[in-house]
């Protein structure tokens, strides 16, 4: 989702420049001074069914993704070295840096013996690549098991999120509609999420940022009311649905849960629950989840607050293990932020970043 910084030696001017390029139909994401002392807006295109193609913000130009084949002809089209030296990786420096970043052995050795097979059962297809791209053999390896299968865009069926307190669902929902609101769709905000304490006061305050339709459900009697109308209305929203948190630890929870699911099932309404869980999360704890959700037939899984988890791959271990997939990865507190097309490749940069010592250590010493 592209955004575009507009710049004046005043808040006024900079105002004034945005309103003169797009109008008013923008996301304002933030606003900061820079370091030659100019007032910056940074926005996103505001786009609604009414508006769509009339959007004059520049748009970033995106290569279009290439599917990463394990082909040799394929693999060897992914050989000329990234332009970017953080993305050079011998398999020694790639598998300590994984291993760094909280991926279990098991799951490291699983790739290596991968690795070594190719070699062995073909070795002409990396003779001529360079020693250094082990971060493209590593997406390789991540399209071979599977492991990505995001949501579409435009959804052909309304998405539930589920998952633990604190998780990011209310967040990701929005977020979920906002992606849609660029590509010109009609979107509906739903929230089962009206007993805990300031939940309701969130999604209100996220539905009127992104201008849309929120509907508040108490029970399942309303949720079954809502269902009846979605059944009969003929031009559908895109619809996402934020649940109330759900502690697996506790049946009353679950049932809760449950009820809502079978509530669906028993109108005839096509819903798929997804997972949200923080990156945050230890690993153990992740497992519990993951297997708990895969159970009751939940496949996918979004993982929110990557940007400042310590191990996130110990996290996304703990959800394919379980047997799930994972549909976005969260990496930015903006809302409008971080919601790039996940792919194998982009997967694989996010496994291995490095976190590094956090800044702030830097200058305890001057802080004495």
Wanted: proline fraction near 5%.
């Amino acid at each position: 989702m592209a955004t575009h910084i507009f710049r004046g030696s005043s808040k006024q001017e900079a105002y004034q420049n945005l309103h003169a390029m797009v109008g008013d139909d923008v996301f304002i994401i933030r606003e900061f001074v820079d370091q030659e002392g100019l007032y910056c807006i940074e926005a996103a295109p505001k786009v609604s069914s009414r508006s769509v193609k009339q959007n004059a913000i520049p748009q970033n130009a995106t290569p279009q993704n290439t599917t990463l084949n394990p082909q040799p002809e394929v693999a060897r089209s992914l050989s000329p070295q990234p332009q970017d030296t953080a993305d050079r990786y011998t398999i020694s420096q790639l598998l300590s840096q994984l291993r760094l970043a909280g991926f279990p052995e098991p799951t490291l050795r699983q790739f290596i013996y991968w690795v070594k097979n190719q070699n062995e059962n073909n070795p002409s297809a990396n003779l001529n690549r360079p020693k250094d791209i082990a971060l493209y053999k590593f997406a390789e390896y991540l399209e071979l098991q599977k492991v990505i299968a995001p949501i579409l865009e435009v959804p052909h069926t309304p998405i539930l999120l589920v998952g633990p307190p604190g998780s990011g669902k209310t967040v990701t929902t929005a977020r979920l509609c906002a992606r849609a609101l660029m590509q010109g769709q009609e979107v509906e905000f739903v929230t089962l999420d009206c007993v805990r304490t300031g939940a309701v006061e969130q999604a209100r305050s996220l539905t009127q940022f992104l201008d849309i339709k929120l509907v508040e459900i108490n029970n399942v009697s309303q949720f079954q009311n809502w269902m009846n109308k979605f059944n009969r209305d003929l031009n559908q929203s895109i619809t996402f649905i934020d649940s109330l948190s759900t502690n697996i630890y506790d049946m009353q929870d679950m049932r809760w849960l449950l009820d809502y699911m079978e509530a669906a099932e028993q109108n005839d309404v096509k819903i798929e629950p997804i997972l949200v869980i923080s990156a945050t999360t230890d690993a153990t704890t992740i497992g519990d989840y993951a297997t708990t959700f895969k159970s009751m037939g939940i496949d996918r899984a979004i993982l929110t607050c990557w940007d400042i988890a310590s191990k996130p791959a110990g996290t996304f271990s703990a959800i394919i293990d379980a047997g799930m997939q994972i549909s976005m990865v969260c990496d930015s507190p903006y809302l409008t932020g971080g919601m790039e097309k996940l792919t194998n490749l982009t997967l694989a940069k996010k496994l291995v970043a490095k976190k590094g010592m956090p800044a702030w250590l830097a200058e305890i010493g001057k802080l004495k």
